[in-house]
């Protein structure tokens, strides 16, 4: 098998280098042909001088072409059967590869992994959410009323708990752009990404076209990988504009401007009345004592509606109040998030 691992970065050079080595750590050893496809869509000069030294080939197009753009190109360069998509920001855990290979020698035809949003593999990250009419006004109203808001959280949570309590590869085309395994047959039946998305949603649209034309995807839970999650886009002053024109172009192609025209009124009409968010304390959560009480979840998400969310499984009462990894608090703000526990 020959495999073309296609990693495209922006002003991330020290994350690409770390997500170059895990990736070498992770096929010594496997006897697997890699062409390495390393698209350089910005670095100073230091930055250059960091990736020469990396046993790849960087491709520097002259210009950010975004990330679909980026893997479109590295796609381009490469020849081999089996392509691996990669963010800067992911830290493949030790046969998170191979066991995503696996999947697509099994039948799949896109495969992604578990992942997880500190090294210490305690809060696992959501799966992508599900793009239909439905969620989507689901989640427009769920920022209006607390009522709204509780339903949505219930819908979401039965989706992730699927996902994450997975044992065998699990169906599934809610799978993360920032590590996508896939055959190139599929690749050319789909098309490359649309490089219209200048940022997010563009593995998002590739995958409702696969799914559409009614190919396999796979969601891995034996293939781990840890995302440093939002760690390329804060080198991007416009990426929250950029979410919102690519949101909006999303919606426009895959539920037609009648209804994206729908779910703006409603969102400008309707007053905001969502429960107010719940920060965790300082000191820490602190969690029931009742043996009874467990298992339980805490989720934590930057948003105050509190979904998507990261969340930790707690088996037993712990000994100390319950706080984030001290490495996502070097990261994150943790006023920014809202925390709820929940049965």
């Given at each position: 098998?020959?495999?073309?691992?296609?990693?495209?970065?922006?002003?991330?050079?020290?994350?690409?280098?770390?997500?170059?080595?895990?990736?070498?750590?992770?096929?010594?050893?496997?006897?697997?042909?890699?062409?390495?496809?390393?698209?350089?869509?910005?670095?100073?000069?230091?930055?250059?001088?960091?990736?020469?030294?990396?046993?790849?080939?960087?491709?520097?197009?002259?210009?950010?072409?975004?990330?679909?753009?980026?893997?479109?190109?590295?796609?381009?360069?490469?020849?081999?059967?089996?392509?691996?998509?990669?963010?800067p920001d992911v830290i493949v855990q030790p046969g998170c590869v191979?066991?995503?290979?696996?999947?697509?020698?099994?039948?799949?035809?896109?495969?992604?992994?578990?992942?997880?949003?500190?090294?210490?593999?305690?809060?696992?990250?959501?799966?992508?959410?599900?793009?239909?009419?439905?969620?989507?006004?689901?989640?427009?109203?769920?920022?209006?009323?607390?009522?709204?808001?509780?339903?949505?959280?219930?819908?979401?949570?039965?989706?992730?708990?699927?996902?994450?309590?997975?044992?065998?590869?699990?169906?599934?085309?809610?799978?993360?752009?920032?590590?996508?395994?896939?055959?190139?047959?599929?690749?050319?039946?789909?098309?490359?990404?649309?490089?219209?998305?200048?940022?997010?949603?563009?593995?998002?649209?590739?995958?409702?076209?696969?799914?559409?034309?009614?190919?396999?995807?796979?969601?891995?839970?034996?293939?781990?990988?840890?995302?440093?999650?939002?760690?390329?886009?804060?080198?991007?002053?416009?990426?929250?504009?950029?979410?919102?024109?690519?949101?909006?172009?999303?919606?426009?192609?895959?539920?037609?401007?009648?209804?994206?025209?729908?779910?703006?009124?409603?969102?400008?009409?309707?007053?905001?009345?969502?429960?107010?968010?719940?920060?965790?304390?300082?000191?820490?959560?602190?969690?029931?004592?009742?043996?009874?009480?467990?298992?339980?979840?805490?989720?934590?998400?930057?948003?105050?509606?509190?979904?998507?969310?990261?969340?930790?499984?707690?088996?037993?009462?712990?000994?100390?109040?319950?706080?984030?990894?001290?490495?996502?608090?070097?990261?994150?703000?943790?006023?920014?998030?809202?925390?709820?526990?929940?049965?």
């Amino acid at each position: 098998m020959r495999l073309a691992v296609i990693l495209v970065h922006y002003h991330t050079p020290e994350l690409a280098a770390a997500a170059v080595e895990a990736l070498r750590a992770d096929l010594t050893g496997t006897g697997i042909e890699v062409e390495w496809r390393l698209v350089d869509n910005g670095s100073d000069e230091a930055g250059r001088a960091l990736l020469a030294a990396l046993p790849v080939e960087r491709i520097e197009p002259g210009a950010n072409l975004g990330y679909a753009g980026g893997v479109n190109l590295g796609a381009e360069r490469s020849t081999a059967e089996v392509m691996v998509l990669m963010n800067p920001d992911v830290i493949v855990q030790p046969g998170c590869v191979p066991a995503l290979l696996g999947a697509l020698e099994g039948g799949a035809d896109v495969a992604g992994p578990r992942f997880w949003w500190d090294r210490g593999r305690r809060l696992l990250q959501p799966p992508s959410e599900v793009r239909t009419r439905r969620e989507e006004l689901a989640r427009v109203l769920a920022g209006k009323r607390p009522a709204w808001a509780e339903r949505a959280r219930r819908r979401w949570r039965r989706h992730a708990r699927r996902h994450w309590e997975a044992r065998e590869p699990l169906p599934s085309f809610s799978l993360s752009g920032s590590l996508l395994a896939l055959r190139r047959s599929a690749w050319e039946a789909v098309g490359p990404f649309d490089a219209g998305y200048r940022l997010y949603f563009e593995e998002t649209d590739w995958l409702l076209r696969a799914e559409r034309r009614g190919l396999a995807g796979r969601y891995v839970p034996a293939a781990g990988a840890v995302h440093l999650y939002g760690q390329s886009a804060d080198r991007e002053p416009r990426a929250a504009e950029w979410f919102e024109e690519s949101a909006r172009r999303f919606r426009r192609r895959w539920y037609g401007p009648r209804f994206t025209g729908l779910l703006e009124g409603l969102d400008r009409r309707l007053p905001g009345r969502a429960a107010a968010a719940c920060g965790i304390p300082p000191g820490g959560l602190r969690l029931p004592a009742e043996p009874s009480a467990y298992p339980l979840w805490v989720e934590v998400s930057p948003s105050p509606l509190g979904l998507p969310a990261a969340a930790e499984r707690i088996a037993a009462p712990p000994d100390e109040p319950w706080n984030l990894p001290a490495e996502i608090l070097e990261r994150v703000p943790a006023a920014s998030l809202t925390v709820r526990v929940v049965a």
